[in-house]
Every structure is written in structure tokens, then in C-alpha cells.
């Protein structure tokens, strides 16, 4: 039987939103596995827009909803209406959305919230025992809400190849345990069914992002 997989995005683009080859990663992996999918966002501001051509803030506004229509080609649910019971998996592609959207990582590091209806789902998956994947900096997620679970953003020390290595400690210091992986690994938390792989936190061509993202998905589809 098909499974069911809910991918939640951040918004549109790296730099404010969902990273779309990721995303896009996700979803042909998810696609040529047979799952069903079904991509949801919260219906909110973003913190900012981003001119991605320069990488400066602009002064326009953008609805996270509805950058996310973008990559979803307009099939995307709002996330308050996401319910565990009709989903056997949930995925968060990575992305500065996720820090600055789905959460306010970016600003307060690991003091971190996470977005109310994000907090409630990751509990609500991990209770029913149902997997969770996550890619790039979304583990960051894990980390805040499921106390003493295992990530992987990759390495946890600083070279060309892992320019964000880091990040790992701060997760470190929120109570999780990371887990060095290269690009085309992941990293399987059994307790918490939670299936993590570092994509654009490192430093890597595009190909073996892409293939780091399908064995992440592979596992989520094993536990799911």
C-alpha cells in the first residue's frame, strides 16, 4: 500500500523560504517510490524577503502560503489543517525558511522557538510513532522539540567541504546528540523514528545532495 507523506514547506528560496532543489529532491524521490504526497505551509508573514539576485533584505512582504504555492505548482494546504491521523510520515526540506519561518532560529540560535502548528506536529508524529525526515538545517527542529533525539547536519568540524559545521555544536548544547555523516548518508534516530541528512550544509555537488536526500527519504518510507 502506498504510503502517505506530508512535506511541509518554509516559502520559496534559500534565503527566506524552502530550499527548492530539496524540496524538488524530496519530491521525485517520494514520486519514484510511489508515496502519496501532500504539501502544506503555515498561512503567515515571512520574517523577510530576501532579493536573491544580491542577497539583501527588501522592503516587500510575502506570505509564506503562498511563496510556497511555487514549488507545490499550487497544490499546498494550509499547515493548521494537516491532521497525524491522515499522513504516515511527515519531511521538512532545509532552507533559511525553516530558520526564520518555521522557527526563529536564525535570530535566537539555540534559544530558539519553533512555530506553534511545526511544535504540535513533530510531537504529534513522534507520539504515534510515525517517522519524521528532515534535511539541512530542519533537524534544527527535531532538536529544539524532541529533547535527546539524534541529527546529523553533516560534520561537526569547520573545512571548505562543511562551512556550517558549527551548527552542530549549538545543537549539541540543546540536548541532542549529532552524529558526523557525509553528504550521501543519513542518520536513522530509531527511538524517535527521526531520519536526518545534512544536503546544503555541505559544500557538495548538486548530484550527491540530491542522492543524500533519497536515501533520508528510503529510510522514512521503511519506518513509515
Known sequence: MAKSVAVILAGCGVYDGTEVHEASAVLVHLSRAGAKVQMFAPDMDQMHVINHCEGKP???KRNVLQESARIARGEVKDLSTLETTAFDAIIIPGGFGVAKNLSDWAVKGKE???????????????VKGKPLGMCCISPVLAAKVLPGCEI??????ECKMWPNAQTAGTMTEM????VNKNVGQAHIDVKNKLVTTSAFMCNAP????????????KEVLKLA
Open 206 to 217: 548538486i548530484h550527491e545532495i540530491y542522492d543524500g536526500i533519497g536515501v533520508m527519504v
Open 112 to 126: 530558539c522557538s519553533v512555530q506553534p502548528q511545526v511544535e504540535r506536529l513533530i510531537k504529534e508524529f513522534n
Open 58 to 60: 527588501s522592503e516587500e
Open 175 to 178: 540536548g541532542c546528540k549529532h
Open 152 to 157: 546529523t547536519v553533516g560534520q561537526d568540524k
